[in-house]
């Protein structure tokens, strides 16, 4: 099998290309910049490594010539490269194509109506209604919650030294689920190899972990109990109205308009009813391996 990844650098990069690459895929990168993504992929050769810019399907298509697949890891509110590789990987031959709907199930009613989601959505139903007027090709989404081990560092859920703030959303009792980086690109390479009609033209949902903050923050203390760990509540529906307000003023710093994802959490959106873990290949740790990852996160290292 030989499958192209699309926008290497991001998140998901590493996790899926090594993954890819142990299953003995023959893997093919595009990037913008050659030279920099041979430095952070020395396993894959330079002759696999091929710049582009996504700037016309005409210029795409002929590099994705062979290949059997494409896993595209473009960032969701880059609408129009999406597309192009969308198109130049239809145009190629390309039989399967693992978009970038990486994260929540858009057919969410509310989280259909969050602006800082509409390139996502709008690159969803693109890709439907090519697959139902074109029979060439077969797509597979892949909807994994949270980035677990992105999210921890950054202190999205609780704060990891224990020293700063953690906003609590609406008490800490909403369910939080998310999914490892490895384990994206475990079940990455199981939708690859799995038979068509398993996976073909539809999304699969997976998780890694399930956690409250509320869970999140007690595990935290017994770690580092000498750690103020400092909390305040947040009510997201207040967080929410806010957002709204702010992108209606034009605003699109993340920060003014991180009420629309808290109040997504809050009404459950990671929390996903059906789960296709075992298709792709993918362990549910549940919270034992919530805490876990954050344990390993603040306890010193020696």
Not at 292 to 302: D, F
């Amino acid at each position: 099998m030989k499958v192209a990844v699309a926008g290497p650098n991001g998140t998901l990069g590493q996790a899926v290309i090594s993954n890819l690459i142990k299953s003995n895929i023959s893997v093919t990168v595009l990037t913008r910049d050659a030279k920099k993504t041979a430095g952070v992929f020395p396993a894959v050769s330079t002759e696999n490594i091929v710049e582009t810019d996504y700037s016309s399907v005409d210029a795409l298509a002929p590099k994705l010539q062979g290949h059997d697949a494409i896993v595209i890891l473009i960032e969701r509110n880059a609408y129009t490269p999406q597309i192009v590789a969308i198109d130049a990987a239809i145009a190629a031959g390309v039989r399967r194509i693992i978009p970038s709907s990486w994260g929540l199930d858009m057919s969410d009613p509310y989280l259909r109506t969050i602006p800082t989601l509409k390139e996502k959505l709008d690159m969803e139903t693109y890709l439907a209604e090519r697959a139902r007027s074109h029979k060439g090709f077969v797509w597979t989404g892949i909807l994994t919650g949270v980035f677990w081990d992105w999210a921890l560092p950054l202190g999205l859920l609780v704060d990891p030294t224990g020293e700063g703030m953690t906003y609590i959303m609406d008490g800490g009792g909403h369910v939080i689920c998310g999914t490892l980086l490895d384990d994206v690109g475990r079940a990455v390479v199981s939708a690859l190899k799995a038979p068509e009609e398993a996976v073909g033209n539809k999304f699969l949902q997976i998780r890694s972990v399930v956690a409250t903050q509320s869970k999140l923050l007690e595990w935290a203390k017994a770690v580092k109990p000498e750690a103020p760990w400092k909390s305040m509540n947040v009510d997201t529906e207040k967080m929410e109205k806010a957002a709204r307000e702010a992108w209606g003023r034009g605003e699109r710093d993340p920060r003014a308009l991180r009420g629309f994802l808290l109040r997504a959490y809050a009404l459950g959106a990671s929390d996903f009813k059906h789960l296709d873990n075992e298709l792709l290949g993918v362990a549910d740790g549940g919270e034992e391996l919530a805490r876990k990852t954050l344990e390993q996160l603040i306890r010193p290292k020696s």
